[in-house]
């Protein structure tokens, strides 16, 4: 292969994969030559340069040279020395001041922000690889290794690309930073194997040379100055009318600090101070609080505001002193988390840089909100992400937002346009539900125009992961990264058999059959949890011990979180559990759960005849159908009175109702927040009313007026309009009830596209209605509760009959279409496919597309 990237300044540089193509990652400098020299490394089995370092390079520099040395090797077939020299020949790797013949000099600054740049210029004689820092040099060498080619996509050796390419040439001229100082997403769990994600971090240019410290602190304090401490108990929180000791709370943790007292704080500032002195190369302190409640409720502590504004008082005094020393620009780190999580009143010092938590929001504040609060405080922002929690995904597919392509590319491109420049997630080993994103997010976190081309990228992945069996593998990951719509567990696992099934017979190569192997094993993890988690009894004791022995076994291919599963977690299930002699302290050979026998090429065919076999895909034996969404009272079809049905209007999280307004006017609103009492720290209960005729596409009208504290409160909301409204209400999942007007029409929509979610809560009886000429109701159901009938109340279709979730498919006996049906005492989501997707507790209250009541009106 011949390589060349070079490109006209100051436009966007590529990455050459084997395809000749990939995505921009470089900010030019102005170049040295109008048009950078092409540069020959290997032709006809020899190298054409030698790899350079300087005489005084760090241990750091001469390892990535050793690496840039063998990776040109396997590359090109040419073995490539690793000489000293002065830089003005060969592929000199350094920092500039290792080199005396450059003849020029990169300027990378000296600020925190500058340490992870390097510079890529080819030249007459050679190439320059440097960095402003031995961290910024491994950068260099993985970007010129990139743009030749290589990849390492996931963890382990099988996931590495490798080219073969034995002439071997450059041609570039550029300078690259990241948009992110830290870019910790993903990073690995405690447990995970360090060094392998050492090494997919170093290559992949995730490591930073930069340093935040954010984890929860006050705990640490307390343990490093407890003499203090003791001779002090009015330096701890006064909860419920005493001092929170260390060791009087549940675990010895959540204790937190009388921040209003003086002594307090000047205890912990001279803590900080002590510890910066005596580690002047650390770049920031953590002064985030321990986890958990217990915030003191002295007086001098309520006059000093808000628990964030307390924590923000606390980390800006020790910004200022630990930025007096003399040592250079020092930070704190702190988390917007939790009950510190609202933005405060006061400003926040330029050195404390507070990371917002994307969940456990306390306030009822969104996200986006938490971001421009705090900076508008002056806040430096980082984020705190949950790309993947264990207890939530349990390394299941289409879960983590990790793993959403969608959120990636939307979220991290938001963040650093709102000033936030550090990112640090929580996640796992989950690289089989996850990996496609894994992959993708250094390259958005280090320069987030590439989630404009994140197609682009995803097809890199799969030309170099794949080759020829691309295709069946873009609907693999298609299904488990972009695709959310329902399906049943069978159906997933079916069709992720499948794919790979067609994949393997449409490659030859071994390094193929091995990834592909793994995401098989993957894969018959997520069919071996599925039946876990349907079984009881003695049956679920059993199906989890297959599960276990699977994990166990396939451990080395890094697809799910071993640890978690196995020791660590365990699905948090008590109904479970691991004899004595199968511990994980228990090592093979004593243990019977435990086998490292590896796969075997039979085996793995068994598991995808076997998975395809159990696992049919569903498949639709019916013609869905679309309507629009321009809704119209449906009383101009003369429908009958009907018992009325049963909806509750109470509900958890954000809910969504259709109703209409014969003229412009007031919907008058009873609501009641807060009925979850543990949950009533998290904000007033949030209405929207919204019109389809509003051209901003803004609510007409919004209140946040209630609290959450189970009282009754009437809202008024005022609309302009008449027609369709959507009445939107939101809550911090503590439980909200509505009480509309009697008169006031109230519709929910349940398709494919848009499911009720949590809209429809509890036991319900709603009817819809079947357009004239329809010859089949089929749609989806995600439960097996309720039952059909039609418009003469005659059952046609006992959803307790259904053995799991999936298609039903009901054929309109004579007469029956044109009036309207029900579903009776449902308690999950029925979704229409054929009909109009709308339901409602009668006739004179449902909502339908005006081009079904114009076609069907008498």
């Known amino acids: 292969m011949h390589c060349n990237v070079h490109k006209p300044c100051c436009r966007k540089f590529k990455w050459l994969a084997v395809a000749a193509w990939a995505a921009a990652w470089s900010v030019c400098l102005a170049p040295v030559f109008a048009t950078p020299p092409e540069v020959r490394l290997a032709a006809d089995g020899r190298a054409r340069q030698p790899v350079v370092v ?120 550029c300078v690259e930073e990241p948009d992110f100082i830290t870019r910790q997403a993903p990073r690995g769990a405690p447990w995970s194997d360090s060094s392998l994600w050492d090494r997919w971090r170093t290559r992949n240019r995730i490591a930073s040379a930069f340093s935040l410290n954010t984890g929860h602190a006050y705990d640490g304090i307390i343990r490093s100055n407890a003499a203090a401490f003791r001779a002090h108990p009015e330096y701890y929180a006064l909860v419920d009318g005493t001092r929170r000791l260390a060791g009087q709370v549940d675990g010895g943790g959540n204790i937190k600090f009388c921040i209003s007292d003086p002594g307090l704080r000047k205890l912990v500032v001279d803590h900080a101070v002590r510890v910066m002195a005596a580690n002047p190369d650390q770049d920031s302190i953590s002064m985030d609080p321990s986890d958990g409640g217990n915030w003191c409720e002295c007086d001098a502590c309520a006059q000093a505001g808000s628990v964030s504004d307390r924590v923000v008082m606390l980390a800006n005094e020790v910004a200022e002193a630990i930025n007096a020393l003399g040592l250079g620009a020092k930070y704190v780190g702190i988390y917007a988390y939790s009950q510190h999580s609202p933005p405060p009143s006061i400003r926040v010092h330029p050195n404390v840089v507070v990371s917002v938590a994307t969940s456990f929001i306390r306030g009822g504040f969104t996200v986006e909100q938490l971001v421009e609060g705090w900076a508008a405080q002056g806040a430096v922002l980082g984020v705190r992400d949950y790309h993947d929690v264990f207890p939530w995904s349990h390394d299941m597919p289409r879960r983590a937002r990790g793993g959403e392509v969608g959120y990636l590319a939307r979220t991290v491109p938001y963040f650093h346009e709102h000033g936030a420049r550090f990112m640090n997630s929580e996640n796992g080993d989950s ?160 243990n019977p759960w435990k086998s490292s026998e590896p796969f075997t090429e039979s085996e793995l065919q068994q598991m995808v005849s076997a998975g395809i076999a159990a696992n049919p895909v569903l498949v639709l034996d019916f013609e869905p159908i679309e309507f629009s969404d321009e809704l119209v009272p449906a009383a101009a079809l003369g429908l009958p009175e009907v018992l009325p049905g049963s909806l509750s209007l109470r509900g958890r999280g954000t809910r969504r109702f259709l109703t209409w307004f014969e003229q412009p006017g007031a919907l008058e609103v009873r609501v009641t927040g807060g009925l979850i009492a543990h949950y009533r720290d998290r904000g007033n209960v949030k209405l929207r009313l919204f019109s389809p005729r509003e051209a901003t596409l803004e609510p007409v009208a919004h209140d946040e007026s209630v609290p959450p504290d189970g009282k009754e409160y009437l809202v008024t909301l005022k609309s302009p ?42 036991r319900w009886t709603l009817y819809f209605y079947v357009p004239r000429g329809t010859k089949v109701v089929g749609g989806f159901t995600e439960d097996q509760t309720g039952v059909m009938r039609d418009g003469r109340g005659e059952s046609v279709l006992d959803f307790r009959e259904f053995e799991r979730p999936g298609y039903f498919r009901v054929p309109v006996p004579n007469g029956q279409d044109g009036t309207l049906w029900k579903i009776e005492n449902a308690n999950g989501h029925k979704l229409l496919m054929t009909v109009p997707p709308y339901l409602a507790t009668r006739g004179a209250d449902l909502l339908l597309p005006r081009e079904v009541v114009e076609a069907d009106r008498k």
């Open 431 to 590: 690289w089989g539900a996850n990996g496609l994103g894994y992959w993708l997010s250094p390259i958005l976190l280090w320069d987030v125009d590439q989630a404009e081309r994140v197609d682009e990228w995803i097809e890199d992945f799969l030309d170099n992961a794949f080759e020829t069996a691309k295709e069946p593998m873009r609907d693999f990951y298609r299904l488990l990264n972009h695709d959310r719509s329902v399906r049943t567990p069978e159906d997933v696992v079916g069709r992720m058999y499948r794919a790979l099934q067609t994949a393997r017979g449409l490659t030859q190569s071994p390094k193929v059959h091995a990834r592909l192997d793994d995401l098989v094993l993957y894969t018959r993890y997520v069919e071996l949890y599925h039946a876990y988690r349907a079984a009881t009894g003695e049956a679920r004791q059993a199906a989890f011990e297959s599960l276990w022995r699977h994990t166990y076994r396939m451990r080395d291919r890094m697809m799910v979180s071993t640890v978690a599963i196995c020791h660590r977690d365990r699905f948090r299930d008590r109904s479970v559990s691991v004899p004595d002699e199968a511990a994980w302290g228990v090592p093979e050979g004593k």
């Open 54 to 173: 300087g005489p005084a390079a760090s241990e750091s520099t001469r390892k990535a040279a050793a690496e840039l040395a063998e990776m040109l090797r396997r590359v090109s077939g040419a073995p490539f020395p690793v000489i000293e020299g002065d830089g003005g020949r060969g592929v000199a790797v350094g920092v500039p001041a290792d080199f005396t013949a450059l003849g020029f000099d990169p300027a990378f600054g000296a600020a925190p922000v500058d340490r992870e740049k390097y510079l890529l210029r080819t030249h007459a004689d050679g190439i320059w690889l440097l960095g402003a820092s031995d961290r910024a040099v491994e950068h260099a060498v993985w970007d010129l290794l990139h743009r030749l080619g290589y990849r390492l996509l996931f963890l382990t050796d099988s996931w590495e690309i490798v080219p073969e390419t034995a002439d071997l040439r450059l041609a570039v001229d």
């Open 721 to 762: 309009y008449d027609g369709l409204h959507a009445l939107e209400v939101s809550d911090g999942s503590d439980m909200t009830e509505l009480a509309l007007p009697a008169h006031q029409p109230v519709t929910i929509r349940s398709s494919m596209e848009q499911p009720p979610g949590t809209t429809l809560s509890g």
